[in-house]
Nanobody, 125 residues
Framework: QVQLVESGGGSVQAGGSLRLSCVAS????????MGWFRQAPGKEREGVAS???????LYADSVKDRFTISKDGPKNTVYLHLNSLTPEDTAMYYC???????????????????WGQGTQVTVSS
């Protein structure tokens, strides 16, 4: 079982930055793939970034070079650093965890079994 709790969302102006955190409670020794997703009003949930236990990372084209995913293993925490934010980044951001996720599915929400409650990011122009 994996439980996820996100934090760090808020309201910022365009061009600003935020750091989202996801603390994972994991009751097995196996480390999952961790992902960040977002869902804007009226839109489908989309994958933003993911990180594998070995450190491999993948980003959606829309956030590449602006967002960075990282992890702190001893703290069981995954971060998403959001830079150069635009109003189009406004969404609810979700942390997710899953096992045995192949590289081609790492930004697909159906590959993940565990989800946090979400944290809101609002960017004003």
């Amino acid at each position: 079982q994996v439980q996820l709790v996100e934090s760090g969302g808020g309201s910022v102006q365009a061009g600003g930055s935020l750091r989202l955190s996801c603390v994972a409670s994991i009751d097995t020794p196996n480390r999952p793939v961790m992902g960040w997703f977002r869902q804007a009003p009226g839109k489908e949930r989309e994958g933003v970034a993911s990180i594998y236990p070995g450190g491999g990372r993948l980003y959606a084209d829309s956030v590449k070079d602006r967002f960075t995913i990282s992890k702190d293993g001893p703290k069981n925490t995954v971060y998403l650093h959001l830079n150069s934010l635009t109003p189009e980044d406004t969404a609810m951001y979700y942390c997710a965890a899953g096992y045995d996720i192949t590289w081609d599915r790492t930004l697909s929400e159906d590959a993940y079994n565990y989800w946090g409650q979400g944290t809101q990011v609002t960017v004003s122009s």
